[in-house]
């Protein structure tokens, strides 16, 4: 079955870039997503980004998808302690809009 | 500002109560999930509902029971409360494939 993965933890300092990665291995994927969990909060939807484009811009966040790797990534540049969170990817392969989620990845910022 | 409102936010309630945990949305999705969320962050899909008097579960086996009688109101209904099903319950709707809108969540203690 569909299967997105990645990595649980990632530290950064304020001000610097911060760069979260998610493999997926469904290849009909035709959606991907990021969203945000504060503690003790839902989820938030950040930005998605459609299966034939190659990159994305919203402000501080940079989506990155590389189709052929199944790769997606999401840079937060000048990174805040306001950021910290966990971020989850997701992607849906437009057969009844259910998504599949990774494990999420715990980002901490220090100061 | 939350187009998915889930009550209660937080209930700590005894072994054996039977307990209902609210979901509604005003956005007129067709579809809505409930997701069981454990402290290990990972979300996992318990139940879901593509419209009116439509319910499926989801990936993860759950004790639990939803119905969707209304398009705006989905209710999960755990008939007798274990300390087992201690977790963090979240609400999402959805429109095509603009992604989820999740609700705040509700936090669950069963003692």
């Known amino acids: 079955g569909e299967d997105v993965e990645q990595s649980l933890f990632l530290s950064v300092r304020e001000g610097d870039s911060s760069v979260i990665n998610c493999t997926y291995t469904d290849s009909s994927s035709t959606y991907l997503y990021w969203y945000k969990q504060e503690p003790g909060a839902g989820l938030q939807l950040l930005t998605y980004i459609f299966s034939n484009m190659d990159m994305k811009q919203d402000q501080r966040l940079t989506v990155l998808l590389n189709k052929k790797d199944k790769h997606l990534s999401l840079r937060i540049a000048d990174t805040q302690t306001g950021d910290s969170a966990i971020y989850f990817c997701?992607?849906?392969?437009?057969?009844?809009?259910?998504?599949?989620f990774g494990q999420g990845t715990e980002l901490s910022v220090k100061p | 500002e939350a187009d998915i409102y889930q009550t209660p936010r937080y209930l700590v309630i005894g072994t054996g109560k039977k307990i209902t945990l609210e979901c509604s949305q005003t956005m007129g999705h067709d579809k809505m999930y409930w997701y069981q969320q454990d402290p290990g962050m990972e979300l996992h899909l318990i139940h879901y509902?593509?419209?009116?008097?439509?319910?499926e579960k989801g990936d993860l086996s759950s004790e639990s029971t939803v119905s969707r009688i209304r398009t705006e109101h989905f209710p999960l209904t755990l008939e007798s409360a274990r300390p087992s099903h201690t977790s963090q319950y979240l609400c999402a709707s959805s429109e095509r494939n603009y992604g989820y809108t999740f609700g705040s969540g509700t936090r669950l203690t069963v003692v």
């Open positions: 509902s593509y419209g009116v008097n439509s319910t």
């Open positions: 997701a992607e849906t392969n437009n057969q009844g809009g259910k998504l599949i």
